[in-house]
């Protein structure tokens, strides 16, 4: 089906501004993580509703505490501060503050579609993970007492899934424009390390419990995965601007 010259405006706006890094095997590459993203995050949703993860769940978590004092996480003082602001990181304020400004930035550089690309992505992210919490509805772990303030239930880990859509949108915008394959690497690399340890001090500071991160990290990538996919795709199909040769 010929799409009408009102839709093909409207994908032809969206992805000006984002460009592709390697058009041969980013596809693969995005559809496998998308596929892998959602078949675990289906198998740990699945044993988790069935209670099968509860005594994996606890031995993880109870390792990250004291031997013989479990309400103490592991590590001095500073550890536990460190912890603290290394959450704040996927916290809703700060990822709509960075979401902001990249955007802004986006808009003023007058690439819309990277803008677009990245509020649609975050923002139907951080719907998602607000929906499955309130249908799986998981409560927080209650095996100690949370070092930081939660008022959201449990299942998926909204800071774990959020984390890594945010960073991960951000980082295949900014490949897009790299030529050098280790730059590339590095930025990806860099956003991943950002989800891991933002997920990894939700169960540090006892307000998660590890399958709630990795069901977060799991749908999260497989989410960015989905998004840079779309954008891909119609970035392919778009016929060539005049206006972004003169602007390469």
């Known amino acids: ?137 998981r409560p927080r772990p209650d095996l100690v007492d949370h070092l930081d303030t939660v008022h959201t239930l449990s299942f998926p880990s909204g800071h774990a899934l959020v984390t890594t859509v945010a960073y991960l949108t951000l980082a295949s915008i900014v490949i897009g424009f790299l030529d050098n394959r280790r730059a590339r690497i590095y930025v990806l690399a860099v956003a991943v390390l950002v989800a891991v340890i933002v997920g990894v001090s939700r169960v540090y500071l006892g307000v998660h419990w590890p399958s709630d991160v990795a069901a977060g990290w799991a749908l999260g990538a497989a989410w960015a995965s989905l998004s840079w996919l779309i954008v891909h795709v119609l970035t392919l199909r778009k016929a060539p601007d005049p206006q972004d040769e003169q602007g390469t």
């Open 1 to 137: 089906m010929t799409p009408t010259p009102a839709i093909r405006r409207v994908t032809d706006w969206l992805v000006r501004g984002v460009r592709n890094g390697s058009a041969n095997r980013l596809p693969v590459a995005l559809f496998a993580v998308l596929t892998l993203g959602v078949f675990a995050f289906i198998a740990i949703a699945d044993e988790m509703a069935e209670g099968e993860l509860r005594k994996i769940d606890e031995w993880l978590f109870l390792s990250l505490r004291t031997t013989g004092d479990s309400p103490q996480p592991l590590g001095p003082p500073w550890l536990q501060e460190t912890a603290l602001e290394v959450t704040a990181i996927g916290g809703f304020p700060l990822i709509m503050l960075t979401l902001a400004g990249v955007a802004g930035f986006f808009i003023v550089t007058k690439h819309y579609g990277a803008a677009l690309y990245a509020v649609l992505s975050v923002g139907s992210g951080a719907l998602l993970s607000q929906t499955l919490k309130q249908y799986y509805g």
